[in-house]
């Protein structure tokens, strides 16, 4: 690969040139040694194949290098010599210098500054959690642990790492990690029992600083987690992540996200299994979603249910300005995305079939393999998703010509309003489940294009005016935009 510095005869000298960068894809980075550098040919070699391989024209920066420190805040340290060079942004005088040496022990270098496990009713209130090379919290098992009014922040990997049930955060602020904010795992997948972990009324912002991608501010897994009413901003790759069942994504205000990758969304997930339903997507604001890569790939969007991700709710909420598709749905089944409002996006509603060319037998992605795992037309699946038990469980059925059950059948995009959108319905390769006897794709009752009558747009206060467009949709409710967002703590100001 050719390095793109004007000086970089200088990077030849140094002792360990590294580069960071999206090699390939937009929704993958790798951080890889360089082993040389022919400054005739501006040629640089690495010391293995990034993630993906290598493309032209794709973004990377080098690191690492005494030579290109230019601006305030940056350092660099000599392994050889064991001297750190760091230019301050401010005199030392007037601050603090940290150093952390703390990065977990021989036989597990990630293990995280706190450690709970199968612990239960243990509370951290008011505590900061920081300067570690590793993660910072970890509850492993046990229930009702939370963390409280705390803050988590300048780690070298996460935040905080939760299992067990009924764990979690609330009124944190986490920022300034290297990779994901928080990530909720457990639940009972073959019983259906939620874990009921949480993240609620949290400011996360500012992550993912070492590792861009796959690392949001939320990662959900298992079954019944929950994000709600957090303040997620400022990152280079997704706000919230999730894979597995019936999760609660609600009253989260997310925005300044996917800000330097592509193929990403505020909320998403990357699909790939059947077996994965019941999330509810509810009165999120999602607004100033963009990517800054001068090649967009697949773009940036507002909710992506990739990669045949199915039966979810995408409910009440409001996108704002978003540079590509407010709702993409990747060949999924059984999705609803209903009495949403879409303004300044560049598609509302896009649509795709690819689980006729990506869901195949003997693969990672075989469904009746997924589906036969959890007796999937017994119970509970069969009483907690009836659709998905209609679904043959052979392969012959399965892709039968008359009734091709890989095709994105059962979606409903209705009692949704649109204001200034770039285009309304995107299909691409039959998305709105083909035509004719194979089409099962709801859209209707929708208003593409109408002044919503916002309270005050230029402040973002995107309540809906009694005299709203939206109000003639039948059926159309009411979004609590005013409740959007981390709920304000009551005063503890005595007034007389």
């Not at 005199?91 to 709970?116: K, R």
């Not at 007796?375 to 469980?393: F, G, I, M």
């Not at 709105?432 to 109408?450: H, M, P, Q, R, W």
Request: aromatic share 10%.
């Amino acid at each position: 690969m050719r390095p793109t510095s004007p000086t970089p005869a200088l990077w030849s000298r140094a002792e360990e040139v590294w580069v960071h960068g999206l090699f390939r894809n937009g929704w993958a980075d790798t951080h890889v040694r360089v082993t040389d550098i022919d400054t005739a040919a501006k040629v640089m070699s690495l010391a293995s194949e990034p993630y993906y391989g290598l493309a032209g024209d794709r973004p990377y920066y080098a690191e690492n290098l005494l030579e290109e420190i230019t601006v305030p805040g940056e350092w660099y340290l000599s392994r050889a010599t064991g001297i750190l060079y760091f230019w301050p942004p401010s005199p030392l005088q007037e601050g603090e210098i940290y150093v952390s040496y703390f990065a977990g022990n021989a036989t597990c270098w990630a293990d995280p500054l706190v450690w709970l496990r199968d612990a239960s009713h243990v509370t951290f209130d008011g505590i900061v959690f920081e300067m570690t090379r590793a993660g910072l919290v970890r509850i492993e098992g046990g229930a009702y642990n939370k963390l409280v009014n705390c803050v988590l922040r300048n780690a070298g990997m996460h935040g905080a790492l939760i299992s067990g049930s009924n764990n979690g955060l609330d009124r944190c602020d986490i920022s300034g990690v290297g990779n994901y904010g928080v990530e909720l795992n457990g639940g009972d997948e073959l019983r259906l029992i939620p874990a009921k972990n949480y993240v609620r009324n949290c400011h996360i912002h500012h992550y993912a600083r070492w590792c861009w991608t796959a690392t949001p501010a939320v990662r959900l897994m298992g079954v019944g987690q929950v994000a709600e009413h957090n303040h997620i901003h400022h990152s280079p790759h997704e706000g919230i992540m999730f894979r597995g069942n019936d999760h609660r994504i609600e009253f989260n205000d997310i925005h300044d996200v996917c800000r330097w990758v592509d193929d990403a969304a505020a909320i998403g997930s990357p699909g790939r299994d059947w077996r994965h339903r019941g999330t509810r997507i509810r009165y999120n604001f999602i607004h100033q979603v963009g990517s800054k890569l001068p090649r967009a790939g697949f773009g940036t969007h507002g909710v992506y249910l990739d990669c045949t991700m199915s039966g979810q709710e995408v409910f009440g909420n409001v996108l704002y300005d978003i540079t590509n598709v407010g709702v993409f749905l990747n060949g999924g089944r059984d999705n609803l995305i209903e009495n949403n409002v879409f303004v300044k996006c560049g598609v509302a509603l896009a649509a795709s079939a690819c689980g006729i060319s990506v869901l195949k037998p003997d693969t990672p992605l075989d469904v009746v393999r997924q589906l036969t795992s959890v007796n999937y037309q017994r119970p509970p699946y069969s009483t907690s998703y009836p659709e998905l038990a209609a679904v043959p469980d052979n392969w012959a059925e399965l892709t039968d010509p008359a009734r091709n059950w890989l095709y994105p059948e059962g979606c409903v995009f209705s009692r949704n309003l649109g204001w200034e959108v770039g285009v309304w319905t995107k299909e691409v390769n039959w998305g709105f489940g083909g035509t004719g006897a194979l089409s099962k794709f709801t859209i209707e009752d929708n208003i593409e294009n109408a002044d919503p009558c916002f309270a005050d747009e230029s402040a973002l206060d995107l309540r809906l005016d009694p005299t709203s467009p939206a109000w003639t949709i039948p059926g159309f409710q009411q979004i609590p935009f005013e409740d959007i967002g981390i709920i304000p703590q009551p005063s503890t100001t005595n007034i007389p």
